[in-house]
């Protein structure tokens, strides 16, 4: 017989799997903000907070930070600044839109606006557009991009003529 009670046996540590997931979209929502509040990371801080390892913080942050992952926020921010060089007549500085969105590559802060400018499209507005092109170029005059802009709420002009040129594509295999 062993001397050993019960209470000297190794106590284990409550399996990971058995706990409750630390990582759902509210905590991932809370954890970019308590992120981009920071200078730098503090990952023993978030760790605390979220009652999880430092190491498993620092890959959480890597896992949000993918090019894939814009949170709305993320979204809005990239409208904002993109817009802003649009409204100048410029071609936007993705690189430096990026690095102000959580350090996302500017072709992934690039793609990801025309995609989410794309969504706002609906069959009155792009018939719309298709007929403010039109009136140019049965009067034969070069397009005015701005002016047809200020009449599709300010959409940046590169937005038009790209959602344009996919209508007339669309237009032009229909007629066939």
Not at 4 to 33: C, G, M, T, Y
Request: net charge negative.
């Amino acid at each position: 017989m062993s001397d050993h009670s019960e209470h000297d046996a190794p106590q284990q540590r409550p399996r990971r799997k058995d706990a409750e997931p630390v990582w759902n979209p509210e905590n991932d929502l809370k954890f970019i903000q308590m992120v981009d509040d920071m200078l730098e990371p503090n990952y023993g801080e978030l760790a605390k907070h979220f009652e999880t390892s430092m190491t498993i913080v620092k890959k959480r942050l890597v896992h949000l930070n993918q090019p894939f992952i814009f949170t709305s926020a993320d979204e809005e921010k990239l409208i904002q600044l993109a817009t802003e060089y649009y409204d100048k007549n410029e071609e936007p500085e993705w690189a430096r839109i990026g690095q102000e969105i959580r350090d996302k590559p500017g072709k992934d802060c690039k793609r990801q606006y025309f995609k989410v400018m794309q969504q706002f499209w609906n069959e009155e507005k792009t018939a719309l557009l298709v007929k403010l092109v039109q009136e140019y170029k049965d009067k034969e005059e070069k397009i005015d991009w701005k002016k047809i802009s200020e009449q599709l709420d300010g959409r940046p002009l590169r937005v038009l003529q790209d959602k344009y040129s996919i209508e007339a594509e669309r237009l032009k295999k229909l007629q066939q």
